[in-house]
């Protein structure tokens, strides 16, 4: 990820690892596809906010921006001399908006927001340290058809940045540790199963579930229901489930259910008791993927926001989200020699040509890159010109 | 520019001094005129490129970098042990990618970006300490087309975001230098001078420039010739030059020439001996002002990149063209209860509403601010109901 100078031994084309310049034309992709998916949110009714990139470090790291502490970037503040971070992640500052400057409005809340985070560290197969993130979240409202909202609008989202076809994966991050609870297992042997199943070791899973006494019983069963979510659904439908689980369970499902409503030809998995990287989640977890080996492109999920408030919201990924969507074709760019008439050019610009004067006489089409140059006031391909 | 919890004693909503929220529907507001920044400079061959928020300050802070040295937060990398600058400014970023990723890329280069800067401390009249910025730059080219391109392609961008007139005001920033030089002023003579020019002390100017000898005598001339640019003009073709000093003027002449021919409407003024603020500029230097008093909204002009590259370019300040541009109407939300189809929710979305979904039974289109409701299938707006 560190840039080297072409035609220089100088350090200025040198980058910290994990940062890096986007040049055209994927500079201006990662801006229309962000502004794409933007306008989607706000097409549901989902307003924009902006929060500042620092912030102090207790209000950054709060609720939810916990889970993010380690990766969050600090420096003093000179004015007020106390610390602020860079921050790592969007959503614990828009539980912050909406605790405090729009506290007093009625809910449901519906905002979105796009923006930079940066992080301490890359990791192997994630070097980024800054990725451009945006998001929605829904604040106030604890039905399921908020979380089936939520999915359905990051869905819809990608789909008008032209990803072709998305599946959604829902987890249910308390189910585990519901059931755990329940059966009352003793530490030791709950963070062996917890290892177990976080490594969905089947085997291990079946004969700690055994020493677990039989309300652990379920585990086996729905480690084995991961899959589609009608028969990870049916799975849930069929095991006796402590009475905290059976709600998680009956919620999901409620939650499915608004979602194929809305959206019959959606792909959905469900996967009862995997809680892997959603610490703070506390309903349904989600997330999307493109087509093919294009990866996670969305992650959400029900989470508590400050002050208590019932929340859930989605964060997508546009770096991620340009690998899944295809390109589109470069603007044309046409070659308009000095003195060419303003009214002339203004027309060109309003069919979408991007129009690159010539300042010398040493400017030609070739070496701008253009892709038409103009014969008799008409923009004409270079390449299929007589 | 703290931020109070508007119900609590809480520390979550205060900010540190000069970094904000935006909050609905002003980010909103500002994200939409940044991409039609953005989309005229691209109508105009400007190509986007995106560099890290976080670099090295050695490479951050070099060439133009230099001039907000003193304004760049630092931070340690982890991963590298060097120190990183967060940018106060992207002019320098866009210099060192010309020079390296995109140096075998033929001249004259033309680059745009829009993204935030941060600075260590705000100054009484601009408290902000993070700020967005957009611009252009344009690389390789020493012509005074190339100037008068990106004055008019700044002017042409505002125009885009309704800013309904703009003027042009351009400073020569090396002229009073060039002078003083030529005339051999003695160091502390020529201190003084140039406070008194500062300061625009006519009568100073006038005492101090016959002691500084014949040489000298256009300086109150040509300060007091800072106006409309036609005058302006006309007192430098009067007035003796050393050679340094009639190619700054001549140069002048020919980029306000090239501007005429393509802009003849826009308000011109020229100030030939001002040289504040503009430390790295090297010819013409450009201000953009908003109608009446909304100020400063762009600034500009010649300056040297990296390898002895000859540029120019032009920064606008979002912030600041918000205050001069009209604010949109508001965007329709139409409340849709539950169980409507999508089909119809897309159409609405396809007419520009917002579609906002009932939750629950006690969401009402009053407490979502709705501005219209679903009456057979139609948006109907709510004020005028029967």
């Known amino acids: 990820m560190t840039d080297d100078a072409p035609n220089s031994s100088t350090p200025p084309g040198l980058l910290p690892a994990g940062l890096m310049d986007l040049l055209p034309p994927e500079a201006e992709r990662e801006a229309v596809l962000v502004e794409t998916l933007m306008a989607a949110f706000a097409g549901h009714g989902y307003e924009r906010v902006k929060p500042p990139l620092l912030e102090f470090e207790d209000s950054l790291l709060a609720g939810s921006g916990a889970a993010v502490a380690e990766q969050t970037f600090r420096l003093m503040d000179p004015v007020s001399q106390r610390m602020m971070g860079l921050r790592a992640d969007t959503t614990p500052q828009v539980a912050r908006i909406a605790a405090t400057r729009l506290g007093l409005q009625p809910r449901p809340l519906r905002l979105c927001y796009a923006g930079q985070v940066l992080r301490v560290r890359g990791t192997q197969l994630a070097p980024e340290r800054q990725l451009p993130q945006t998001g929605i979240e829904l604040i106030g409202s604890d039905a399921p058809a908020a979380d089936a909202e939520v999915a359905l609008v990051a869905?819809?989202?990608l789909a008008a940045a032209g990803v072709p076809s998305v599946s959604l994966d829902i987890t249910l991050p308390t189910m585990a540790p519901a059931l755990l609870e329940a059966a009352e297992v003793p530490p030791a042997l709950r963070q062996r199963l917890a290892?177990?199943?976080d490594r969905k070791d089947a085997a291990s899973v079946a004969a700690l579930s055994g020493e677990a006494g039989p309300l652990a019983a379920a585990l086996p069963v729905l480690l084995a229901a991961a899959g589609p979510a009608d028969g990870a659904l049916a799975a849930l439908a069929g095991v006796e489930l402590p009475p905290a689980a059976r709600a998680i369970a009956d919620n999901a499902a409620a939650v499915i259910a608004a979602i194929r409503a809305r959206a019959p030809g959606l792909r959905i998995t469900l996967d009862p008791v995997e809680f892997r990287g959603f610490r703070y989640h506390v309903g349904v977890a989600f997330t999307?993927?493109?087509?093919?080996?294009?990866g996670e492109l969305a992650r959400g999920g029900r989470y508590m926001s400050l002050n208590e408030e019932?929340?859930?919201g989605m964060s997508l990924y546009p770096d991620a989200v340009l690998r899944a969507a295809p390109a589109p074709a470069p603007r044309p760019r046409v070659f308009v020699p000095?003195?060419?008439?303003e009214a002339a050019l203004q027309a060109?610009?309003?069919?979408?040509f991007a129009t690159v004067a010539a300042l010398s006489a040493a400017d030609s089409p070739k070496g701008l890159r253009?892709?038409?140059?103009?014969?008799?006031?008409?923009a004409v391909p270079i390449s299929k010109e007589g």
Chains 1, 2 share one sequence.
């Not at 999307?288 to 294009?294: C, E, I, S, V």
């Not at 000095?338 to 008439?341: E, F, I, L």
């Open 338 to 341: 000095a003195g060419t008439p």
């Open 195 to 197: 290892r177990a199943l």
């Open 310 to 312: 019932p929340a859930t």
């Open 155 to 157: 869905a819809a989202a």
């Open 370 to 378: 253009c892709s038409h140059r103009l014969v008799d006031g008409r």
């Open 288 to 294: 999307l993927y493109g087509p093919g080996t294009t």
């Open 348 to 352: 060109l610009r309003a069919q979408g």
